[in-house]
């Protein structure tokens, strides 16, 4: 054999003599192998944008009274606050239906007035876009216990949901809006007091 014609080189740390054509099968070999890695490299699952979602900061938090009409730090029963939130989503495989999956962190303090153990309050989830479906709102109940020197404690709820899109580039129109859920007459109060700060910010 023509020794122009041999190649040596190193193959799993053993000294091997190869053709020229031998070496060529195994250039090609190593060839297809990176195509194929990089190819797979294309094929990586694309990543989705979820929907935005919004605390709306009159219905962040919350403090409810022995009576409405005394309103002073000695009446107080009990004090709610969302504290944090935090989700992440995913799609079916058409894109056309989003499953949410969102976790909500509370506060909750008992006031000097509250006479039972316990404290229960509603929060809601809201998606304005299927407003005036069912879909567009959704009520949630907490209720925790204290124990008798207890007056603060941390909550946390997971909830899932899902609903149907129709294109994904337009999620934002599916933005969802998080809060307490308030009395008529808590929205009232709020409401004036919104007014009140208004005009003395027009004084």
């Known amino acids: 054999?023509?020794?122009?014609?041999?190649?040596?080189?190193?193959?799993?740390?053993?000294?091997?003599?190869?053709?020229?054509?031998?070496?060529?099968?195994?250039?090609?070999?190593?060839?297809?192998?990176?195509?194929?890695?990089?190819?797979g490299e294309k094929k990586e699952k694309k990543l989705y944008p979820c929907p935005p979602v919004f605390l709306l900061k009159d219905a962040h938090s919350l403090t409810r009274y022995i009576s409405d009409q005394t309103k002073d730090i000695t009446n107080i029963v009990s004090l709610i606050k969302i504290t944090d939130f935090k989700g992440f989503c995913d799609y079916n495989k058409n894109r056309t239906k989003v499953n949410f999956?969102?976790?909500?962190?509370?506060?909750?303090?008992?006031?000097?007035?509250?006479?039972?153990?316990?404290?229960?309050?509603?929060?809601?989830?809201?998606?304005?876009?299927?407003?005036?479906?069912?879909?567009?709102?959704?009520?949630?109940?907490?209720?925790?216990?204290?124990?008798?020197?207890?007056?603060?404690?941390?909550?946390?709820?997971?909830?899932?949901?899902?609903?149907?899109?129709?294109?994904v580039p337009q999620i934002k129109d599916y933005s969802i809006f998080l809060g307490l859920q308030l009395t008529p007459h808590e929205l009232k109060g709020i409401l004036q007091k919104n007014s009140f700060k208004s005009q003395i910010g027009n004084l």
């Open 101 to 167: 999956t969102l976790d909500i962190f509370f506060k909750v303090v008992r006031g000097p007035r509250a006479f039972k153990k316990s404290v229960a309050f509603e929060y809601f989830i809201a998606i304005p876009k299927f407003y005036p479906l069912p879909l567009a709102k959704k009520k949630f109940l907490l209720k925790t216990s204290f124990t008798t020197s207890q007056t603060i404690k941390t909550l946390r709820d997971s909830v899932k949901i899902s609903f149907p899109i129709k294109h």
């Open 1 to 39: 054999m023509n020794e122009h014609f041999i190649v040596y080189f190193k193959l799993f740390n053993v000294d091997k003599e190869v053709s020229v054509c031998q070496l060529s099968y195994w250039c090609i070999v190593a060839l297809i192998l990176i195509l194929l890695v990089a190819c």
